[in-house]
């Protein structure tokens, strides 16, 4: 067959209809239409609410997993936040807490150094403040350690009072520190004076039952002591000066089968809590000597008579 007699023209399975470029003016010109006509005439509206309607499910659905994950990681976030707030609220309570208690032992020592203040005021015995360190470590012994030694011109045998009363006496001195021992302490003795009656008496350290107290000896069971009655130092012993508060008398058993009476005195001054304390001088430096006897001076003078 020649080929001048083939048919060129597409078999009908592969013919397509309008051009590509008729189908692009034709289509963009329905979407323009279309955009137009919604804009001005809202035609596809009832459309859009119906499709909302039948998607909404879905996408309640699809969305329930990201709205999960976001309240957890808000959960964890707020709970994070929660524990540093009461971590930080905690430690400013503690801070306070602190503070209150050092407002309060502030107050303390201000009004017992107010106190001090007020009896050294009333005693013409020169005299230095200290403060107290330690307990001694000693546990059959009650005495504490002051900051306060030879150097600073404590002596041996020196009262120690608080802003009560009598504390104890030095009986021990270093170069910076010096030791007290506590008028409770069972080796401790100090002349009192009954304001009441003005009888005069001797207070030991009770080492027995009454481990805190102070024990008045060698009284009559008839003596007239009461309880309540308090006890001052009656400066005859050449330690302490008179007139400073040393206890009071708590309990006082009188027994028929004993010719003396049990006197148990509640020390006035803080044997257990003192911190801030006055040591006086001995006022047996103030004291003029003793005169010498006529018997010493008569041999005396006979001897230097050769």
Request: one cysteine or more; a positive charge.
């Amino acid at each position: 067959m020649p080929l001048g007699t083939l048919d060129r023209s597409p078999p009908p399975f592969f013919r397509q209809g309008a051009s590509a470029l008729s189908k692009l003016i034709v289509f963009s010109a329905l979407a323009l239409f279309l955009m137009v006509a919604d804009t001005r005439f809202k035609l596809t509206q009832p459309l859009r609410i119906a499709l909302a309607a039948v998607v909404y499910p879905v996408q309640w659905l699809v969305m329930r997993p990201v709205f999960l994950a976001e309240e957890v990681g808000s959960y964890f976030e707020s709970l994070k936040v929660s524990q540093s707030t009461a971590d930080a609220a905690r430690h400013k309570l503690g801070l306070q807490s602190q503070r209150a208690n050092q407002v309060d032992q502030l107050t303390l020592e201000n009004a017992r150094l107010r106190q001090m203040l007020q009896l050294r005021a009333r005693i013409s015995t020169p005299s230095q403040a200290a403060q107290v360190l330690y307990d001694s470590a000693d546990a059959y012994s009650r005495k504490v350690v002051i900051d306060k030694g030879f150097l600073q011109g404590v002596s041996a045998g020196s009262p120690v009072l608080d802003e009560r009363g009598v504390l104890g006496q030095v009986t021990r001195v270093y170069p910076s520190v010096s030791e007290v021992t506590l008028v409770t302490d069972r080796e401790q003795a100090i002349p009192v004076l009954n304001v009441r009656t003005g009888a005069r008496a001797v207070a030991f350290g009770d080492p027995g039952a009454h481990a805190h107290a102070l024990e008045l000896r060698f009284m009559a069971s008839n003596a007239d002591v009461q309880v309540g009655d308090v006890l001052t130092t009656s400066g005859v012993d050449g330690v302490y000066p008179p007139g400073l508060p040393v206890a009071r008398v708590d309990k006082i058993e009188r027994r028929v089968e004993t010719a003396f009476a049990h006197i148990f005195c509640t020390p006035l001054a803080g044997v257990d809590g003192a911190l801030h304390v006055m040591v006086l001088q001995p006022i047996s430096g103030q004291i003029p000597a003793r005169p010498v006897p006529d018997v010493v001076q008569k041999s005396g003078k006979k001897g230097a008579a050769p």
